[in-house]
Structure formats: C-alpha cells, structure tokens
Nanobody, 122 residues
Framework: QVQLVESGGGLVQAGGSLRLSCAASRRTFSDYAMGWFRQAPGKEHEFVAAITRTGGRTYYGDSVKGRFTISKDNAKNTVALQMSSLKPEDTALYYC???????????????RGQGTQVTVSS
C-alpha cells in the first residue's frame, strides 16, 4: 500500500506560478511511476503529467505542455509539479497518483492521494 499526500495548492493570479509536491509513504518509492491528474467542478478527471520510475522520461497532457514540469526525487520519496503561466482554466483539484508505468498512467494507476486545490484568478 502506498499513501500519497499532496501539498502546495492555493490561490494564484493568472500568469503566475505554483509548485505542488506529493510525499509517498513507501520506502520502495523508486519502484513506482508517478503522475498528476486534476479535476475541475463538473468536469472529467484530466491527465496532467507522468514520470517514469527513474525520472528519466516524462509525459504531459496537451493542455499543460510547455507550462508544467514534473520531477521525481527517489531519495526523498517525493514528486513535484512545477506549474507556470497559469490560466483560470487550470483551476482544479490536483491529485498525485502512483502506478506501474508512466506511459500508461493516463489510463490506469494503482494509488491516488486526496488532492490539493489550485485556484487561478483572472
């Protein structure tokens, strides 16, 4: 079992930046690919980003490419999402996930956290 706890959400103006962090409970954190999803009120869950077990390859949703960066620190059991050039449409609950493969994380994962709210004002 892997417990994931997100932090770093908040209120930011459009054009600003925010950094989310996700801490994992399990010592074998390096065995998992990690990712981020988001869900806005009344909308479907949306894939944001994923990173491989070693951190050597990343994947991004089309709406965040070039603006968001995912990174993984296996020594600290954390995964981060650096968000820049934020837009009001980025407003959502962001949650961290863990699974067996980054390439398929858009479709399936094994664990998820409770999420952290990000609100972007215009």
């Amino acid at each position: 079992q892997v417990q994931l706890v997100e932090s770093g959400g908040g209120l930011v103006q459009a054009g600003g930046s925010l950094r989310l962090s996700c801490a994992a409970s399990r010592r074998t954190f390096s065995d998992y690919a990690m990712g981020w999803f988001r869900q806005a009120p009344g909308k479907e869950h949306e894939f944001v980003a994923a990173i491989t077990r070693t951190g050597g390859r990343t994947y991004y949703g089309d709406s965040v490419k070039g603006r968001f960066t995912i990174s993984k620190d296996n020594a600290k059991n954390t995964v981060a999402l650096q968000m820049s050039s934020l837009k009001p449409e980025d407003t959502a609950l962001y949650y961290c996930v863990a699974g067996s493969g980054a390439a398929t994380m858009k479709y399936t994962y094994d664990y998820r956290g409770q999420g952290t709210q990000v609100t972007v004002s215009s």
